[in-house]
């Protein structure tokens, strides 16, 4: 039996329905993410399922060298601009927001009262040993809907023809986080390495196994004494199942002092001479995890 620790997937497919399925509980790792900043409690909310999403559909990734990009763009909202990315996995995240307007949003605030007008974009990167060359996936849909979670609902149903269901909950106040998600998709046969079939919403397998993940309660998501193959069994104790480990996942923001060297080594001297401070530094900050780098020796 796999353990039901924190921050580590339990993945499990369903052969006989043509079915694969995440289950993940998140809790150190996302309060070590979302400590980088003092949040509004909303914001903490909101980003909290932001890096759940994404560390359950990073975990689709078949390749280590893959990168899965949420960024949701905004205006007129509490949020202007939320990212949260995955890869190899190391999650981080960030949130830009409007204080006044993050502070009257209620507890159940709507995605148009989080963000206003805009858009959510989810870009898959996975490097292709075949080829030596990166391959680039992205779709863009409006946020719209309940939540962030049927934002991507309807993104694998619009851009890559996949049925997906994402149960999603968060528990958040102003010292603990934790969350927990349920991803499932209906892969039918030509899914894999064939031209993909049209979507079938409407197929009866997918059907069954969908209305089985509707049942799971948010309680049951955050419950840490409710083992994380017993949520798969009292949904699919009549299928059959099949479950295993996958990746735990990390903080890592990839941020360091050398990376910004050579990103600022393709600016002017004209330009870098404007970014310098009275001490003659250029201080660069780190959106993700709020750590400053002074870059001297340019």
């Not at 960024?71 to 960030?94: P, S, T």
Request: net charge negative; proline share 4%; charged share 25%.
């Amino acid at each position: 039996m796999t353990d039901n620790s924190f921050d580590k997937p339990l993945w499990f497919t369903l052969p006989d329905r043509g079915g694969r399925g995440r289950v993940l509980r998140m809790a150190p790792v996302l309060d070590e993410i979302l400590q980088a900043h003092d949040y509004p409690l909303p914001v903490k909310h909101v980003l909290a399922e932001a890096v759940t999403l994404a560390a359950l559909l990073g975990s689709l990734m078949k390749s280590d060298t893959g990168q899965l990009t949420m960024q949701a763009q905004a205006k007129n909202g509490a949020i202007e601009l939320l990212v949260a990315d995955y890869k190899n996995g190391e999650l981080r995240g960030h949130a830009k927001f409007d204080a006044e307007l993050a502070a009257a949003l209620g507890p159940n605030a709507s995605l148009s009262q989080i963000f206003g007008e805009g858009y959510l974009a989810i870009t898959f990167d996975r490097f292709v040993p075949e080829t030596g060359e990166n391959e680039r996936y992205q779709g863009i849909v409006p946020l719209e809907g309940a939540s962030l979670a049927s934002a991507c609902e309807y993104y694998f149903q619009q851009s890559e023809q996949i049925p997906t269901r994402i149960k999603l909950a968060v528990r958040c106040d102003a010292n603990t986080v934790a969350s927990g998600g349920l991803l499932l998709q209906h892969l039918p046969e030509g899914e894999e390495g064939r031209e993909r079939l049209h979507i079938k919403l409407d197929d009866p397998d997918w059907e069954h196994i969908a209305i089985l993940a509707d049942s799971l309660t948010y309680a049951e998501l955050l419950d840490q004494e409710l083992m994380m193959e017993d949520i798969v069994w009292r949904l699919y104790h009549e299928e059959n199942v099949r479950v295993d480990s996958g990746k735990p996942v990390s903080r890592g923001c990839r941020c360091t002092k050398e990376r910004y060297q050579v990103i600022l080594q393709r600016f002017s001297e004209e330009e870098r001479a404007d970014m310098r401070n009275e001490a003659g530094d250029i201080v660069v900050d780190c959106a993700f995890c709020s750590r400053a780098f002074a870059i001297d020796g340019l």
